[in-house]
């Protein structure tokens, strides 16, 4: 059994999404955020950085705890045999689209929201800056999906489980609609396909109820 410690934001759908896409067992705990659940003695333990999400895997006898979104989409995928091709190509394509999300979608998508929505001190230069290189990254993203149905291809991997949470709100009116993500016309097809995906669904619909019923 896995246990799976996260919380409803786009780096926390993401284990979700794949534990139930790879049809494994797993404990979901919710660390609220908000409340700085993430910095407990006992979460540390489990990540020192104090973020969500992380998992310990205690099947096979042992405790194997990993965190970071990146490190335990890889380590499901290589467990279960499962969207992550073992070599060549379609391998390279896979961790270098699933490290665009680590190192690019993730923090400059982050940071606009951060700047855009929650600081204190509004400041223009902060908000523009990482608004346009949010679009730019999107950009990227669609243009590699003009040709392919998938981010690493034709097939669905981690790389698409990784880049859709971000960029699913990223192109909602919550996000960057306005500013001319709503022209992302491959990237926009992309999003419905891989969100009418059953385990995508069921993943988001489980982490909002469990949400719900905590009160």
């Known amino acids: ?3 799976l410690y996260t919380w409803t934001t786009p780096n926390g759908e993401k284990p979700v999404t794949m534990l139930e896409e790879c049809g494994l067992d797993y404990r979901l705990h919710l660390v609220d955020i908000s409340s700085g659940a993430q910095k407990a003695p006992d979460f540390l333990a489990i990540n020192p950085n104090g973020k969500i999400p992380a998992i310990v895997d205690n099947d096979g006898g042992q405790s194997i705890r990993v965190f970071e979104s990146g490190a335990i989409l890889i380590y499901l995928a290589e467990k279960t045999g ?26 400059m998508l982050g940071q606009w929201n ?17 608004r346009d290189e949010s679009l730019r990254i999107l950009r990227v993203l669609d243009e590699r999906l003009k040709s392919n149905d998938y981010l690493a291809g034709d097939t669905y991997t981690i790389a698409d489980i990784i880049n859709f949470g971000w960029v ?31 385990a995508v669904q069921h993943s988001l619909h489980k982490l909002e109820t469990a949400k719900n019923e905590r009160g």
């Not at 992550?84 to 923090?107: D, K, M, N, Y």
């Not at 022209?183 to 992309?190: H, N, T, V």
């Open 168 to 198: 699913r709100i990223a192109v909602s009116g919550k996000g960057l609609k306005d500013d001319g993500a709503n022209e992302l016309e491959s990237l926009l097809a992309w999003v419905e396909r891989v969100g009418s995906r059953p």
């Open 82 to 107: 499962q969207f992550l091709p073992t070599s060549g190509q379609a391998r390279a394509e896979t961790l270098a689209w699933t490290f665009f999300q680590v190192g690019g979608v993730g923090p």
């Open 1 to 3: 059994m896995i246990d």
């Open 114 to 130: 951060h700047f855009a929505k929650f600081a204190k001190e509004k400041i223009p230069y902060a908000i523009d800056r990482y």
